[in-house]
């Protein structure tokens, strides 16, 4: 969210969208469509708060003409609202580069706001809308990876640092194998080929250790691990 101090009014110190919520009554200084979000309005109150909101939120605080004088209640409504909006604002941007679960934009926003009840507010509107879905974040992570010959041991682990529950990720994976018809087997076999190709030249217990570790390390299970690792030493 961006603020600004209206001339003549004294400075303030911004530490996070919420840190210059007002304590009194305010009167309405500026008030126009904003440029880069058309429906929705920027409003510049006297007391130096700048915020962007939706027509609704003007009609609810009865900020819809420049002179409108505001009372404690709604200068708060209006100004939490402009919060709220910047960090949606915030977490879309990030949405439009990047999958990311709920967890990951928490982590984002609490850089910027560490008003959690401002972060979750804004965090709920996404889900409510449809925008924001770990369970479509994990599918989708889950069938790129798999797709990238990583064992599901790994996705497992991926899945749960982005902060997605156990049931979660287990019915992601479950759902990723049954769609793309999934081969732990036919995937560890074809990692294992490539990496032994830069083994062969080393004693076979070391090229089969270093083998074993590579393979686990893309998260495939032990007796999976044994099956291919014997066959390419058998030739």
């Given at each position: 969210?961006?603020?600004?101090?209206?001339?003549?009014?004294?400075?303030?110190?911004?530490?996070?969208?919420s840190?210059l919520f007002?304590?009194?009554?305010?009167?309405?200084?500026?008030l126009?469509?904003?440029p880069?979000?058309?429906?929705?309005?920027?409003v510049?109150?006297s007391?130096?708060?700048?915020c962007?909101?939706?027509a609704d939120?003007?009609?609810?605080?009865?900020?819809?003409?420049?002179?409108?004088?505001?009372?404690?209640?709604?200068?708060e409504r209006?100004?939490?609202?402009?919060?709220v909006?910047?960090l949606?604002?915030?977490a879309?941007?990030?949405?439009?580069?990047?999958?990311r679960?709920?967890?990951?934009?928490?982590?984002?926003l609490?850089?910027?706001?560490?008003d959690?009840?401002?972060v979750?507010?804004?965090?709920?509107r996404?889900?409510?809308s449809?925008?924001?879905s770990?369970?479509?974040v994990?599918?989708?992570?889950?069938?790129?990876?798999?797709r990238?010959?990583?064992?599901?041991a790994?996705?497992?682990?991926?899945?749960?640092?982005?902060?997605?529950d156990?049931r979660?990720a287990?019915?992601a994976?479950?759902?990723?194998?049954?769609t793309?018809?999934?081969?732990?087997?036919?995937?560890?076999?074809?990692?294992?080929?490539?990496?032994?190709?830069?083994?062969s030249?080393?004693?076979?217990?070391?090229?089969?250790?270093?083998?074993?570790?590579?393979?686990?390390?893309?998260?495939f299970?032990?007796?999976v691990?044994r099956?291919?690792?014997?066959?390419?030493q058998?030739?």
């Amino acid at each position: 969210m961006r603020w600004e101090v209206v001339p003549g009014s004294p400075p303030f110190i911004v530490s996070s969208p919420s840190a210059l919520f007002p304590s009194g009554p305010a009167e309405v200084r500026e008030l126009h469509e904003s440029p880069r979000n058309p429906g929705r309005y920027v409003v510049v109150l006297s007391s130096g708060q700048r915020c962007v909101v939706g027509a609704d939120v003007l009609a609810d605080t009865g900020a819809t003409r420049v002179g409108a004088s505001l009372e404690t209640a709604q200068v708060e409504r209006l100004v939490r609202a402009g919060a709220v909006s910047a960090l949606v604002d915030r977490a879309l941007n990030a949405l439009a580069r990047a999958r990311r679960t709920r967890r990951e934009l928490e982590l984002r926003l609490r850089r910027v706001e560490p008003d959690m009840q401002l972060v979750n507010e804004a965090l709920d509107r996404l889900e409510a809308s449809g925008v924001l879905s770990d369970a479509e974040v994990a599918r989708a992570e889950a069938a790129s990876r798999l797709r990238r010959g990583e064992g599901k041991a790994r996705v497992n682990q991926v899945l749960r640092r982005k902060g997605i529950d156990a049931r979660g990720a287990a019915e992601a994976i479950a759902d990723a194998v049954e769609t793309d018809g999934f081969d732990e087997v036919a995937a560890c076999r074809e990692q294992a080929a490539k990496r032994w190709r830069s083994l062969s030249k080393l004693e076979a217990a070391v090229a089969r250790r270093r083998l074993v570790g590579f393979l686990q390390r893309r998260g495939f299970g032990g007796s999976v691990i044994r099956t291919v690792v014997d066959e390419l030493q058998r030739g």
